[in-house]
């Protein structure tokens, strides 16, 4: 098939030589693709890496704690995916005997796995004609095929996707998925798309008919919730840490510990703050001395806009609490989420 060559022929010149691609093992491609989605390769990559040096088969990523595999993904944001590949790990060691499902719709009922990784893994490991619609492709093949549909909808996925299928090499189908992604990220890019050098300008729809700066076309705009933040930061005298509390409720950051914390509707002063009843019983026959109000940071999510700000304070004793209390030198073992990163980042510098 001629678009097929041509893709081919470009992906040979141009492919970026990155460790999953010497391999077809399923676990590596499963890993990788998990990682890379909603993350750029430069920053996806050292991820990869620790992983596989960590947990090298399925069967250590299943045998890990669930702590020790967010801890491992700290940084990555979408906390939902490392824990859904811990629980998958285990369901391939205990109902697949360690070995990855080799069809279709057993991959792509794996938890966390969906229609864009089980194509992955089917045409890559497996050699299945199916093909891979992630965000690159669906740039790229809406420009190529001039659809007008808005690019987050249904209807645009499915079209692509029918398209994709026709046009799949079914002799090569992994090396073909991995050349559609690859044109997309490096060659049909969302701006100023490189086209006075595209193998495709003869047949590109937006390119022959001036469209490229408006197609794809833009979807709905996401409305971020605003939320706000009020951690208190609780030292006691003497000691070098803090106390932790683990997430556990179905909310951002899952499992992964952060500072006591009073979420309010709105920004509120510390004098209002400290007649909030969550604060009261915070300090139920504690005394504490304030040591400092630190300025608020910005931490921006797909869905959500959070303004944090971190209260610290000291104690003369041990709070009779379910917090745990974490020395410094212990900190490296609990997963925290970016936000409280970036705050011990500061604090450590200042």
């Given amino acids: 098939m001629k678009f097929s060559r041509k893709l081919l022929s470009w992906y040979e010149l141009y492919k970026r030589d990155l460790p999953w691609r010497h391999t ?59 824990r859904n590949l811990h629980i998958t790990a285990k369901e391939i060691v205990h109902k697949y005997q360690g070995k990855f499902p080799n069809n279709y719709p057993d991959i792509l009922g794996l938890k966390g ?17 199916v093909p891979v619609v992630d965000g690159n492709v669906l740039r790229f093949l809406t420009r190529y095929f ?31 998925n991995q050349a559609l992604m690859e044109f997309g990220a490096k060659q049909c890019i969302p701006r100023n798309p490189e086209c006075h050098q595209c193998v495709f300008q003869k047949e590109c729809y937006a390119f022959l008919h001036h469209m490229t700066d408006r197609l794809p076309v833009r979807g709905k705009i996401i409305r971020q919730r605003r939320r706000y933040f009020n951690y208190i930061v609780i030292n ?36 209002r703050l400290m007649t909030e009843k969550k604060w ?10 304030m040591q400092r109000k630190t300025t608020t940071l910005k931490h921006i999510l797909t869905h ?10 000291e104690i003369e004793k041990p709070m009779d609490t379910d917090f745990i209390f974490i020395e410094l030198s212990h900190l490296d073992k609990y997963p925290l989420p970016r936000l409280i990163e970036k705050y011990l980042q500061q604090k450590i510098t200042t």
Wanted: hydrophobic content about 40%; glycine content about 4%; overall charge positive.
């Fill in 24 to 82: 077809k093992d399923p676990y590596h491609i499963w890993l990788s693709e998990i990682i890379l989605q909603q993350t750029r390769i430069d920053q996806g990559l050292p991820y990869y890496t620790r992983f596989i040096s960590a947990f090298p088969t399925v069967y250590d990523l299943a045998n890990a704690s669930e702590q020790e595999v967010l801890k491992l993904w700290q940084g990555l944001g979408y906390y939902s995916r490392a």
């Fill in 146 to 176: 001039g659809i007008a549909e808005p690019i987050d909808s249904e209807k645009a996925k499915k079209e692509v996707a029918n398209q994709a299928q026709k046009l799949i090499d079914t002799k090569d189908p992994g090396s073909f």
């Fill in 236 to 271: 006691i005298r003497g000691k070098d840490g803090f106390y932790l509390i683990k997430r556990d409720k179905e909310d951002i950051w899952k499992n992964l510990f952060t500072f006591p914390m009073i979420e309010t509707r709105k920004a509120s002063s510390l004098e």
């Fill in 304 to 313: 959500q806009l959070i303004t944090a700000r971190f209260i610290e304070l």
């Fill in 280 to 289: 009261k019983e915070l300090f139920v026959n504690q005394k504490f001395k």
């Fill in 113 to 129: 796995i969906g229609i864009y990784t089980a194509s992955a893994i089917a045409s890559i490991s497996f050699n299945l004609p």
